[in-house]
C-alpha cells in the first residue's frame, strides 16, 4: 500500500539515528546471556543474516532520461538507476513490475509514472546503510547510482521552485510533474512536500557516507541538499517559531505541510549532514524541525494519544502507524544537538504508547481516534523497530532493545495472521496486513524498503534478530470496539449521520455517533474473550465548554467505570469544528465475565453528549509470543494500583522485568514452578521471559 496524498484521511485509509549501528553501551549480562543461549538453541541457520538485497534490486531498471530543462545530475553520461514502484505476483509464481496509476499501452505511460521520488530517496538509504553495514560494493554503486537519479528530480530552476523535487517519472524518463490522480502539490514540485523531507533523508545519510570515499561525489551530494535546505527555509522554516491555536492548543506552523512525520524523515537526512560536519545551517534547521515534532509530543497516558506523538499538525484527533518516526527523529536529534529534553520526549513516547501498542497489536494504518482502519503495513512496523533502537542508543537503557525484539518480530509471525511478512530467502516483504489476517502479498517498493530498514537493523543487533525471527503470536487481548449508534437507547437520544464520516480531522467510527439529551442512556452490547477486570474507554467530542458541563457515567452489571467529562477543550482557532474528537479512560476497572456483557453510557450534566463509540480491553493486557528457545508475555497496565498478573510457562526458570509508568525497572521476579506471579506496577508494564 502506497501513502502519498497530503489529505490525511484519504492517505490513513488507503530511521533513525543508530543507523543500523550498534548501541554504544554494553548490554547487560541477563541479555548477553538469553542472547549467547538463544543462538546456541536455535543453530547457524538461525543466526544468519536477514537482509537480502535481492527483491529491491529486482525492483530497480536503469534508464538515461532526454534531456529536460532544469533537471540535471552528477556523470550525466552514466544511466541513471530508477526502482518500479509495485510488484504484483504472475501466475508463475514470480513477480512482475507496475507503475502508478492507469496504464496506456500505446504510449507506455502511466497516469502517475513508473517511478517516483518517495521510493528512489529510501532504496538510497537502504543501499547506503548495506553498504556501510555489510561492506557490499555492489550496495555502494546502487546507491551511488539512485542518489544521482534522486538529484535528477530536483528542479534546478531559479524561482519559487528551485530546490523542490518532482515525484513522478514515466518508463522513459520524462518527468511528470502532474500526475492524475493529482496529488498536492500541483505541480510536484510547487511546494514543500513529503518527498522533499526524503530527498533530505537521502542526500544527508549519502554525504555522511560518501564523504571520505568519493569526496567529488559527496560535494555534489552537499551542494544539492543545500539547494533542497534552501527550499525548505524559504516555504517553511520561515514561519518558525510561529504557533497558531487548535482547539486551545499550540500547533507549530513550520513543519512540511504540517506533518511532524515528514519532518521526521528531514530530520534524519539533517542530522547525518550535521554528524558528517554540515554545520551551523544545517543544525539550526534541524533545531527548529525538532522543536516543530516535540510541540506534538503528548504527555497524557490515560487519554488521547496516550503518549504518542502526534503526526499532522491540523488534527487532535489523528495518529497513523505508517511513517510514526517521530520519536526516532527525536531522539536523533537529541544525540546530535546534544539537547536531552528531546530525548526525554522521545523516551516518553517509548516508555507509555509503545507498549500500550505492542499489546495491542502492532501499528495501524489509522486511528482516528478509534482504531478505523486496521491494515498494517511495513512501513509503520519499521517505525516502531526504529523509534525503540533510537531510543535505547540514545538512553543506553536495555529496555527499548527489549521492546524492539518484540516490535521486529512482526515480520516473522508476531502478527495477527501469525505468519512471515518478510522473507529472508527472497527478500520480499508483503505489502499488507488486512484486518482479517489476509496478507496482501504484492511486494511494492515502500514495503520492500523498509523491511530491509527494519532486516538491517536487527542484522546489526544479532541478539535481537535471534528472538525477533523465531517469535510467533500465541495470544494477545484484542480491543473490543462498540459503536454507540447501534445501542439500546432510553430517554432522549437520536442517531447523528453527517455526510462525510470524516470531518477533516476526526473519523465518526462506523459513520454515525450518538446525540445523547441530558439523562439519556445507550447500552452496548460486547462479547469478551475472557473475564477478568477491564477497562472502558469512550469515544466522544471534547466540547469547548466547561469541563464539567457533559460527560458520560458508564457502569456493567459488575459495578460502574466512573464518569469521562466530556468538556474542556479549548476554541477552535484553526479548526471549523466545534471541539475534536478525543478518547479517555473511565477512572476505575470493573470485573466482567467472559462472554456477553452490557456496558450502559449515561449521559451527566447539563449539555447533550456526543458519543462515537466505547473501547473495552483488560485492565491488564498482555501479548504471548512462543519461539523455538524461549517465549515473551508483554504486559501492559492501566490500574491505578499495582495488579499481580499470572504467566504460566514449562520446566525452567522465568524471569519478569517490571517497569514504572515511566519506563524505570522497578523490581525484577523470577520462578522456577511453572507460574510466575507478576507484580505490573500501575501504569506500567512488565517483559516476562519464559523457557
Known sequence: MKVRSLDRWSSAMSLVSSFALPLRSRRPSWLRGLALAALFALGSALAAPLTNLSHLDFLTDTLTPPEQEGHTTYRPERPLRVLWTYAEPTEAGAYRWVGGGAYDSDTDTWSQGAYNTDDLTRAAVVYVRAWRQLGDARARDHAFDLLRAVAYMQTLTPGPREGNPVLWMQPDGRLNPSAEPVELPDPSDSGPSFWLARTLWALGEGYEAFRDDDPAFAAFLEERLLLALGALERQVLVHYPTTEALHGFPTPTWLINYGADSASEAIYGLAAYARAGGGERAERALRALAEGVALMQTQETTAWPFGATLPWARSRSLWHGWGAQMAGALAVAGEVLEEPRFTALARHEASTFVPLLLTYGGADQAWTPTPSDTVQIAYGADAVLQNLLAVARATDEAVFEQLAGVAGAWFFGNNRAGEPMYDPQTGRTFDGLEPDGRINRNAGAESTIHGLLSMLALD?????????????????????????????????????????????????????????????????GATLERGGRYVALPVFLQQPVNRFAVGTRLSAAGGSFGTVWHGGAGEPGLSENEGFVSVARAPYAVALGAGLADITVEQVGGVPAQLDAVLLRPEVARLELRGAALGVTLLHSWAPTRRVAVVRFGEGAATAYVYSRDGRLAETVTGTEGELRVPVAAGGFAYVLTP
Open 460 to 524: 546489526a543487533h544479532p541478539e535481537l534478530r535471534a528472538r525477533a525471527r523465531t517469535l510467533r503470536r500465541v495470544h494477545h487481548d484484542a480491543w473490543a470496539l462498540l459503536e454507540a449508534e447501534v445501542g439500546t437507547v432510553a430517554g432522549d437520544a437520536a442517531v447523528q449521520t453527517p455526510e462525510s464520516a470524516w470531518n477533516g480531522e476526526a473519523l465518526w467510527s462506523g459513520g454515525s455517533y450518538l446525540t445523547l439529551e441530558p439523562g439519556a442512556r445507550v447500552t452496548l
